[in-house]
Nanobody, 129 residues
Framework: QVQLVESGGGLVQAGDSLRLSCAAS????????AAWFRQAPGKEREFVAA????????YYADSVKGRFTISRDNAKNTLYLQMNSLKPEDTAVYYC??????????????????????WGQGTQVTVSS
């Protein structure tokens, strides 16, 4: 079992940066694929970025590629999302997610919310213009 708690959200202006953190409980997190998703008001939850347990290849939505960076520190059981050059359209609740450590994800699987078993409660990011 993995429990996830996000932090680092807030209100910023367009062009600013924020770093989100996701603290995980349970040793299984260090061997779990993990990701960030977001949900804006009135919209469906969408994929933002993902990273395998090894921290090797990373995956990004086209809308954030080149601006956001996902990383993890398995020794600290923490997942990060560095967000630069923020835009008003990045405004959303950001969720941390992790898959069960036994689950193997193909490249395409990292983009699917249904592949993740554990979710945090979310942290609000608001970007003003």
């Amino acid at each position: 079992q993995v429990q996830l708690v996000e932090s680092g959200g807030g209100l910023v202006q367009a062009g600013d940066s924020l770093r989100l953190s996701c603290a995980a409980s349970g040793r299984a997190f260090s061997t779990s694929p993990a990701a960030w998703f977001r949900q804006a008001p009135g919209k469906e939850r969408e994929f933002v970025a993902a990273i395998p347990w090894s921290g090797g290849s990373t995956y990004y939505a086209d809308s954030v590629k080149g601006r956001f960076t996902i990383s993890r520190d398995n020794a600290k059981n923490t997942l990060y999302l560095q967000m630069n050059s923020l835009k008003p359209e990045d405004t959303a609740v950001y969720y941390c997610a992790a898959a069960h450590s036994s689950r193997y994800l193909t490249s395409s699987g990292y983009y699917s919310s249904g592949k993740y078993d554990y979710w945090g409660q979310g942290t609000q990011v608001t970007v003003s213009s």
